[in-house]
């Protein structure tokens, strides 16, 4: 089934440890997001990746590492784990249309991550 | 900046009676605005969009919204719902001249009762 895969799907992570979620997709989107949800606050941007090659910073972007090697792939590192970033964290992606971006994200199914 | 407030935590409502979610934005340029719905534990699910043209859009699962320029909303709604629509829905909204920044209300929890 088409979509994004992200793992893992839960983990719990002592502070000062290095972590990588990984996001697949297999629709050929040229544009990935990384969110993160927590209560209250909605859904916050991390990072983004409009082609493969590129990022860009958003809103909440301190801690946090990403990387654009090819289409599919998006990971996202901790680079030293703090409790502040317990959350759940979800991989999307959108598609271009007429060579514009449509906006119309897909979302994977999200990464819970505990840090203690 | 970009930004969007959904006012209400959460609505209840009975089942068969009309659900309205509410939503107002603010953009620097023109919009381009969006629901999504998240049931638990599973990652979000588009509804619909406006872009342009008639205020008035359809989306996924008998859902709709209005685009109100004057009033800077775009509220979403169900003519009858249903216990199935209970869920968390999210506005979204993007600048027409930020071409990939979606930003997000903090949600609003809906629950339908039998």
């Known amino acids: 089934i088409a979509g994004i895969t992200q793992a893992p799907t839960s983990q719990i992570l002592a502070a000062g440890r290095r972590m990588t979620l990984r996001c697949t997709q297999d629709m050929r989107h040229n544009a990935m997001y990384w969110y993160r949800q927590d209560l209250g606050l909605g859904l916050r941007l991390i990072h983004y990746?409009?082609?493969?090659?590129?990022?860009g910073k958003g809103e909440v972007p301190d801690g946090y590492s990403v990387s654009r090697a090819n289409t599919d792939d998006f990971p996202l590192t901790l680079a030293s784990a703090v409790p502040s970033q317990t959350s759940v964290y979800f991989c999307?992606?959108?598609?271009?249309?007429?060579?514009?971006?449509?906006?119309?994200?897909?979302f994977g199914e999200g990464s819970r991550l505990t840090v203690l | 900046a970009q930004s969007v407030a959904q006012p209400e935590d959460q609505v209840n409502v009975a089942e068969g009676n009309p659900l309205t979610v509410k939503c107002t934005y603010s953009?620097?340029?023109?919009?381009?605005l969006f629901w999504y719905v998240q049931y638990p534990n599973r990652g979000l699910q588009f509804l619909l969009k406006?872009?342009?043209?008639?205020?008035l859009v359809k989306g996924s699962y008998g859902f709709e919204a209005e685009f109100n320029k004057s009033q800077t909303s775009f509220h979403l709604k169900k003519p009858s719902a249903l216990v199935s629509d209970s869920a968390l829905y999210f506005c979204?909204?993007?600048?027409?001249?930020?071409?990939?920044?979606?930003?997000f209300g903090a949600g609003t929890t809906v629950t339908v009762r039998a």
């Open positions: 990746s409009n082609t493969a090659g590129t990022t």
């Open positions: 999307a992606s959108s598609r271009a249309s007429g060579g514009m971006n449509t906006g119309e994200l897909f």
């Open positions: 953009v620097s340029g023109n919009p381009y």
């Open positions: 406006y872009i342009t043209g008639d205020n």
């Open positions: 979204a909204v993007r600048d027409m001249g930020d071409d990939y920044k979606l930003s």
